[in-house]
């Protein structure tokens, strides 16, 4: 089964979901959103990550192009994995970036880096779960851990306004 012709009815409220969180917490503070449809828009992710789908480079080239619209913005498209129980290096986060869990459990730990901050902003640490997308803005710290097995994250990353995929 072609998990591509399966998602697409979904990934507009998906997308949709990731994109009023955006307009929500943009460029201040991180965010959890639990988009709507996500069961088949990562089995469709993960199958274009597998190569399992016919149609796997125009399912993340849609899911690019569909959401930097929404945006108003390009929009980078990348996969990282993440072993069990392995602790990434501390990544400054440069740019407005959505990690879009597809597979495990991870524990995401950010700190802000810059003094522009609110004081009140410390670190957040979330568990994140098959399905959910975590808002990390550009200027945090950011250290992923996996839990009991290999994750698979999606990562979304936002670049220049005006133009997209």
């Known amino acids: ?6 998602f697409r009815p979904d990934l507009a409220g998906f997308l949709e979901d990731i994109e009023w969180s955006f307009r929500t917490h943009g460029g201040r503070s991180a ?11 990562v089995q469709a992710l993960v199958a274009a990550h597998e190569g399992t789908e016919s149609s796997a480079g125009e399912t ?18 990348g996969y990282r ?12 986060i440069t740019t ?12 995401v730990q950010l700190s802000p880096r810059s003094i522009d901050r609110p004081e009140e902003m410390g670190q957040i640490r979330h568990r994140l779960l098959v399905g959910e997308v975590l808002y990390i803005p550009a200027g945090f710290n950011c250290v992923v851990s996996g839990q009991h097995r290999f994750a698979l994250i999606m990562e979304l990353t936002l670049g220049n306004r005006g133009t997209w995929s």
């Open 60 to 77: 993340v080239h849609l899911l690019a192009r569909d959401f930097g619209e929404l945006v108003n913005r390009h929009v980078d498209v």
């Open 81 to 92: 994995t993440v072993p069990a129980r392995h602790v990434d290096e501390e990544r400054h």
């Open 96 to 107: 407005d970036t959505f990690a879009v869990l597809l597979k495990g459990v991870v524990e």
């Open 31 to 41: 965010a959890v959103v639990w988009p709507q449809g996500e069961a088949s828009v």
């Open 1 to 6: 089964m072609d998990a591509g012709a399966d």
